[in-house]
Structure formats: structure tokens, C-alpha cells
């Protein structure tokens, strides 16, 4: 089945920099955007960064400037490059990569989540 495994997130302080990565593994024929998400206890899950397949990248307010999104296709990575960090981007970072692969035996496109990884942003 296609997974999403994440890795990269931990205690960092404030104007620190951390490195986020997301591998897809599985039946996967073609991966379509990769996004990360972020959610803080008891919020939505909020879009942070996106980047198409042809590379075009698009942030949110709150981290242009500061983040960078990047893809490697031929390894189905995804990257979230985050400098001078703050307190408020403290929270659960999630990947999502919406794919055509196959699942349960069944060619589809789908969106795929990562399992989350933790960034703390503390002094």
C-alpha cells in the first residue's frame, strides 16, 4: 500500500532552522502536488507550503520568507526547509501528497498523508 513516512522534527529555539523530509512508498505511478500541513492542539490543520509537480511552490503568509518546499521526484521526497523559527510554528507538521498509485489493488488517485512529525519551537 502507498505510505508516507516523515521524518526531521524536534526541539529547536527560537531563529533555529529544521529540516522536514517525506518519502512515498508504494505502488506509486505519479505523485501530483506535495504540501505540508501544520496543526496546533485544539486548531485546524492549516496548509504551510505547497509545490506542484512541475515545481511551482506557493507559501502562506505566516512563513514566506522563512520556509522552503522542495521535491526530489526520483526518490517521491518531499522537503520543508524551516529557518528563523518562531514560537508559533510550534505545532504537528504533516505531509500530504496527492498520487495515482494503487491501493487495496486499485489504481487511483488519492491524497496520501504522513503520519506527523513534532517541531517545538522553545527557549
Known amino acids: 500500500q502507498v505510505q508516507l513516512v516523515e521524518s526531521g522534527g524536534g526541539l529547536v529555539q527560537p531563529g533555529g532552522s529544521l529540516s522536514l523530509s517525506c518519502t512515498a512508498s508504494?505502488?506509486?505511478?505519479?505523485?501530483?502536488?506535495m504540501a505540508w500541513y501544520r496543526q496546533d492542539p485544539g486548531k485546524q490543520r492549516e496548509l504551510v507550503a505547497v509545490?506542484?509537480?512541475?515545481?511551482?511552490?506557493d507559501y502562506a503568509d505566516f512563513v514566506k520568507g522563512r520556509f522552503t518546499i522542495s521535491r526530489d521526484n526520483a526518490k517521491n521526497t518531499g522537503y520543508l526547509q524551516m529557518n528563523s523559527l518562531k514560537p508559533e510554528d510550534t505545532g504537528v507538521y504533516y505531509c500530504?501528497?496527492?498520487?495515482?498509485?494503487?491501493?487495496?489493488?486499485?489504481?487511483?488517485?488519492?491524497?496520501?498523508w504522513g503520519q506527523g512529525t513534532v517541531v517545538t519551537v522553545s527557549s
Open positions: 508504494g505502488s506509486i505511478f505519479r505523485i501530483n502536488d
Open positions: 509545490i506542484t509537480s512541475g515545481g511551482r511552490t
Open positions: 500530504k501528497m496527492n498520487l495515482y498509485g494503487r491501493t487495496f489493488g486499485i489504481l487511483r488517485t488519492l491524497d496520501a
